[in-house]
Nanobody
Framework: QVQLVESGGGLVQAGGSLRLSCVAP????????MGWFRQAPGKEREFVAGISWGGGTTIYADDVKGRFTISRDNAKSTAFLQMSSLKPDDTAVYYC?????????????????WGQGTQVTVSS
């Protein structure tokens, strides 16, 4: 069973920052695009950010543009989500996922593998 492992979540005040990490098996990470999604209580899981396998292309949901940055370290098989200027509305469980080349990274259906999630709570 492929396992992606997220870390870095926690409790932060509004306006603060957090950096999430996601470690994936090398055989998956070396070929796949990576993405971050989030799910707030009572809501659907939604796209946050995606990055191509080489890191040259990134996409973001409109409400995180300019505040969040996705990146990857291929040598360490790790993807990151740097979150700044956090708002209470950013409170959710954040999931990382891996997608084979060619899919629309903004869509859940493009991703084959998912992590268990890490909780991010932003207090006002």
């Amino acid at each position: 069973q492929v396992q992606l492992v997220e870390s870095g979540g926690g409790l932060v005040q509004a306006g603060g920052s957090l950096r999430l990490s996601c470690v994936a098996p090398r055989r998956i990470f070396r070929d796949d695009a990576m993405g971050w999604f989030r799910q707030a209580p009572g809501k659907e899981r939604e796209f946050v950010a995606g990055i191509s396998w080489g890191g040259g292309t990134t996409i973001y949901a409109d409400d995180v543009k300019g505040r969040f940055t996705i990146s990857r370290d291929n040598a360490k098989s790790t993807a990151f989500l740097q979150m700044s200027s956090l708002k209470p509305d950013d409170t959710a469980v954040y999931y990382c996922a891996a997608a084979p080349p060619g899919g629309n990274l903004a869509l859940r259906a493009a991703y084959d593998y998912w992590g268990q999630g890490t909780q991010v709570t932003v207090s006002s």
